[in-house]
């Protein structure tokens, strides 16, 4: 089984709509991150969560966001989804020890298409 | 702001070559450098690296590090297809960075290798 699961895998939508897209580890990690990535850019941060009453923006928060339900699930919201949202959404986490505190763990990822 | 840059954006090769693919950085506080390599979906952990000059080995893949000039590069030895992928490079910073608990990443350097 994967350590790091995310629902749905592909989803095409219509601008205006609400997403939400979900991520649930087995790990037990307490940190939990959302990224976007688009073609040439890399990826880039939206969310991180370092513990379930923890909620941080990233680089690009703007039109997105977050819940920690719970140390295992951490969801992402598009309020109102538009053209420029249409990507790959990966979430990935990490151990709350210092010394592995940068290796991260990455789930399949989701690929949102806003129409 | 933090900032990491890879080069080059895309190669194509041909089995056996040999590759090397270089990620310089800009983070306060750095921390750690990581490489991933990303296939279809998720990126996958290859190598991180925390001090300068140690050269990480894993099979035909090697990587190096230097703190001083702010660089590293991932060589690949003997290239097969299956290499064919995105190579990420993301760098990591301690406490007190604003990058701490985080990963800014490179936007990748896409890797063809022709039979």
């Known amino acids: 089984d994967a350590d790091v699961t995310q629902t749905p895998r592909n989803r095409i939508t219509k601008t205006g709509k609400r997403i939400m897209l979900e991520c649930s580890q087995t790990k037990g990690h307490d940190r939990m991150y959302w990224y976007r990535q688009d073609p040439g850019l890399g990826l880039r941060l939206i969310y991180y969560?370092?513990?379930?009453?923890?909620?941080n923006k990233g680089e690009i928060s703007d039109g997105y966001s977050v819940s920690r339900q719970a140390q295992a699930k951490f969801s992402l919201s598009l309020e109102s989804a538009i053209p420029n949202q249409t990507a790959l959404y990966f979430c990935?986490?990490?151990?709350?020890?210092?010394?592995?505190?940068?290796?991260?763990?990455f789930g399949p990822g989701t690929r949102l298409t806003v129409l | 702001e933090d900032k990491v840059v890879q080069s080059p954006l895309s190669l194509v090769v041909h089995e056996g070559d040999t590759v090397t693919l270089n990620c310089s950085y800009e983070?306060?506080?750095?921390?750690?450098l990581l490489w991933y390599k990303q296939e279809k979906k998720a990126p996958t952990f290859l190598f991180m690296l925390t001090s300068s000059g140690i050269e990480k080995k894993s099979g035909r893949l090697s990587s190096i590090l230097d703190k001083k000039e702010l660089f590293s590069i991932l060589n690949i030895t003997a290239t097969q297809t299956g290499d064919s992928a995105v190579y990420l490079c993301?760098?990591?910073?301690?406490?007190?960075?604003?990058?701490?608990?985080?990963?800014?990443f490179g936007q990748g350097t896409i890797l063809t290798v022709h039979p």
């Open positions: 993301a760098a990591g910073a301690n406490a007190g960075g604003t990058s701490y608990g985080k990963l800014t």
């Open positions: 983070v306060t506080n750095f921390r750690s």
């Open positions: 990935a986490t990490s151990d709350l020890g210092d010394r592995r505190i940068n290796e991260q763990f």
């Open positions: 969560s370092f513990d379930v009453k923890d909620i």
